[in-house]
């Protein structure tokens, strides 16, 4: 009698647990209908605090919010030093006209980590030497002039280290002989040697030293600005910034006015750019908050996305649209009611745009961790809705309960889990935080983001880093649909009986 009262008493509390699971499955779906907060993260993430790059201000202030927003939904969080910047940036605006015969209003933008002018600065303009020759004959029009250089801009500052100036050297000697081969050999064998005028800024060290205002770069539209390598990455110092704007002009304009340099044209251009440096070094960090696990509190599912962005826009979709739905999963699911069996951390990485450097820095952390992480949900591949998962094949019917409540909250989107097929461990880090933790075997499933089921049109290609990724790029319902299916999803995974089984996830690597 009594051994059977204790197993009604176990039977009982079974029941009543699994009943606090599906009042706080309950509870999400509700917040997801009726009170989903995702757009308001993401507004106030762009619009308020806005591009972020690591060492900026804004990136502060966007790990302070986080970390308040996450305390006052009631995680537990912190702050964890990912690494620092030899020097910090801060962009203001930025604008610029044509003068002169002609007159516009000039399409540009600069890479994060570049300098800015000493205000408006108006100008001649000229087109850059690519021979000594040349040099010595305009180098009294260099000062106070805007230089037009070759090539067309893939986002990335000009070239101002010791290798790269190298390169320029050999490649100026280079021209100097063809030059002298031409002039001399030209009318006698009738060949001529090319001269290389595809590398941009061939005399940047002279032209700089001769006063030029900037140099001016084709950039496609919408035009991507990228960051200074060589401060970002190779620790230059406040003392040692570049001096000069590096200012990408839309193809279109700069097509227009390399001619009309050419003609000797009387123009002008005037640029202001107020891109502002401070003094380092500038720690960033990775902000941690975590719900406890129940059951099995030293097993995990990671949720994560990352809070750094670039900043000629305000990283609206890259990782706005993963910050806010990370953060509001992370609202719903503290706010449920749920008491998850196994720990869920959320994530905010730090400068994964600079190399995935917070999601090494925590995986390099948190080793001992890493064999008890069941799986790591990542949000970084734009305003997308949930639509599928793909299970290890023991979990597909498991899989197949924790979807019906998205189903049901989202009958449109057609949810549907299928069977995984395993495939071989990645070797090397990819795109994005969650292949900082699958070459590590961690598992890292994904549901999948690609079908525009709504046909919104969206290009992942068109913001990618450019100056549209903004807030009006993101979808509303499209992200309010992934904060609800990234709650029930992540919750669902917490509470399986087992973690993801790893050999039905990686493929055993053929030896060879
Ligand atoms: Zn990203």
């Given at each position: 009698?009594?051994?059977?009262?204790?197993?009604?008493?176990?039977?009982?509390?079974?029941?009543?647990?699994?009943?606090?699971?599906?009042?706080?499955?309950?509870?999400?779906?509700?917040?997801?209908?009726?009170?989903?907060?995702?757009?308001?993260?993401?507004?106030?993430?762009?619009?308020?605090?806005?591009?972020?790059?690591?060492?900026?201000?804004?990136?502060?202030?966007?790990?302070?919010?986080?970390?308040?927003?996450?305390?006052?939904?009631?995680?537990?969080?912190?702050?964890?030093?990912?690494?620092?910047?030899?020097?910090?940036?801060?962009?203001?605006?930025?604008?610029?006209?044509?003068?002169?015969?002609?007159?516009?209003?000039?399409?540009?933008?600069?890479?994060?980590?570049?300098?800015?002018?000493?205000?408006?600065?108006?100008?001649?303009?000229?087109?850059?030497?690519?021979?000594?020759?040349?040099?010595?004959?305009?180098?009294?029009?260099?000062?106070?002039?805007?230089?037009?250089?070759?090539?067309?801009?893939?986002?990335?500052?000009?070239?101002?280290?010791?290798?790269?100036?190298?390169?320029?050297?050999?490649?100026?000697?280079?021209?100097?002989?063809?030059?002298?081969?031409?002039?001399?050999?030209?009318?006698?064998?009738?060949?001529?040697?090319?001269?290389?005028?595809?590398?941009?800024?061939?005399?940047?060290?002279?032209?700089?030293?001769?006063?030029?205002?900037?140099?001016?770069?084709?950039?496609?539209?919408?035009?991507?600005?990228?960051?200074?390598?060589?401060?970002?990455?190779?620790?230059?110092?406040?003392?040692?910034?570049?001096?000069?704007?590096?200012?990408?002009?839309?193809?279109?304009?700069?097509?227009?006015?390399?001619?009309?340099?050419?003609?000797?044209?009387?123009?002008?251009?005037?640029?202001?750019?107020?891109?502002?440096?401070?003094?380092?070094?500038?720690?960033?960090?990775?902000?941690?908050?975590?719900?406890?696990?129940?059951?099995?509190?030293?097993?995990?599912?990671?949720?994560?996305?990352?809070?750094?962005?670039?900043?000629?826009?305000?990283?609206?979709?890259?990782?706005?649209?993963?910050?806010?739905?990370?953060?509001?999963?992370?609202?719903?699911?503290?706010?449920?009611?749920?008491?998850?069996?196994?720990?869920?951390?959320?994530?905010?990485?730090?400068?994964?745009?600079?190399?995935?450097?917070?999601?090494?820095?925590?995986?390099?952390?948190?080793?001992?961790?890493?064999?008890?992480?069941?799986?790591?949900?990542?949000?970084?591949?734009?305003?997308?809705?949930?639509?599928?998962?793909?299970?290890?094949?023991?979990?597909?019917?498991?899989?197949?309960?924790?979807?019906?409540?998205?189903?049901?909250?989202?009958?449109?989107?057609?949810?549907?889990?299928?069977?995984?097929?395993?495939?071989?461990?990645?070797?090397r880090t990819g795109g994005n935080d969650a292949s900082?933790?699958?070459?590590?075997?961690?598992?890292?499933?994904?549901?999948?983001?690609?079908?525009?089921?709504?046909?919104?049109?969206?290009?992942?290609?068109?913001?990618?880093?450019?100056?549209?990724?903004?807030?009006q790029k993101s979808i509303p319902e499209?992200?309010?649909?992934?904060?609800?299916?990234?709650?029930?999803?992540?919750?669902?995974?917490?509470?399986?009986?087992?973690?993801?089984?790893?050999?039905?996830?990686?493929?055993?690597?053929?030896?060879?």
């Open positions: 009698m009594k051994r059977f009262s204790i197993l009604l008493l176990l039977a009982l509390l079974i029941n009543v647990a699994a009943m606090a699971q599906s009042a706080a499955i309950r509870n999400i779906q509700q917040m997801a209908r009726e009170d989903n907060r995702t757009m308001q993260h993401l507004d106030i993430l762009c619009n308020r605090i806005g591009g972020r790059p690591a060492g900026s201000n804004a990136c502060e202030n966007a790990e302070e919010w986080a970390v308040k927003s996450f305390q006052d939904w009631g995680l537990e969080v912190k702050l964890e030093k990912a690494g620092q910047m030899a020097v910090g940036f801060n962009r203001g605006g930025w604008w610029g006209r044509m003068m002169g015969e002609e007159q516009m209003t000039l399409h540009f933008a600069t890479p994060s980590y570049t300098s800015g002018t000493k205000g408006p600065q108006k100008g001649h303009v000229v087109i850059e030497p690519r021979t000594q020759a040349e040099f010595d004959r305009m180098k009294g029009r260099l000062k106070g002039a805007w230089v037009l250089v070759e090539g067309k801009s893939r986002g990335w500052a000009l070239k101002h280290d010791a290798d790269t100036k190298a390169e320029r050297e050999k490649i100026r000697k280079a021209n100097e002989e063809a030059m002298q081969y031409n002039s001399m050999m030209a009318g006698e064998d009738g060949k001529r040697k090319e001269i290389d005028t595809s590398t941009p800024a061939l005399f940047y060290d002279e032209m700089v030293a001769a006063g030029v205002l900037g140099f001016i770069q084709a950039a496609p539209v919408p035009i991507t600005a990228l960051y200074d390598t060589e401060v970002v990455k190779n620790g230059v110092t406040f003392e040692n910034l570049p001096t000069v704007p590096d200012i990408k002009l839309d193809e279109e304009q700069y097509a227009r006015i390399y001619k009309m340099a050419k003609e000797r044209r009387q123009i002008e251009l005037e640029f202001d750019i107020r891109n502002h440096f401070h003094i380092g070094p500038v720690d960033y960090h990775n902000v941690i908050a975590t719900i406890k696990g129940t059951k099995h509190p030293d097993e995990y599912v990671i949720v994560g996305a990352h809070l750094d962005s670039f900043d000629v826009a305000t990283g609206g979709v890259d990782c706005g649209s993963g910050v806010s739905v990370v953060m509001e999963a992370a609202r719903m699911i503290a706010q449920s009611g749920a008491k998850p069996d196994r720990t869920i951390i959320f994530i905010l990485f730090a400068a994964e745009e600079f190399g995935l450097y917070g999601s090494q820095a925590w995986v390099e952390a948190h080793a001992d961790l890493l064999p008890k992480i069941s799986n790591m949900f990542n949000r970084d591949g734009g305003p997308m809705p949930y639509s599928a998962f793909s299970a290890p094949a023991s979990l597909v019917e498991e899989y197949k309960k924790i979807a019906e409540p998205i189903c049901e909250l989202y009958p449109d989107y057609d949810f549907t889990v299928n069977e995984l097929k395993p495939r071989p461990m990645p070797t900082s933790f699958d070459v590590k075997g961690v598992p890292t499933l994904q549901m999948n983001e690609w079908r525009d089921v709504k046909g919104y049109g969206f290009d992942y290609r068109e913001i990618w880093h450019t100056e549209r990724d903004t807030y499209y992200q309010e649909q992934a904060a609800g299916a990234m709650a029930l999803m992540v919750l669902g995974t917490a509470n399986l009986k087992q973690m993801l089984p790893r050999d039905e996830v990686y493929r055993p690597t053929d030896k060879e």
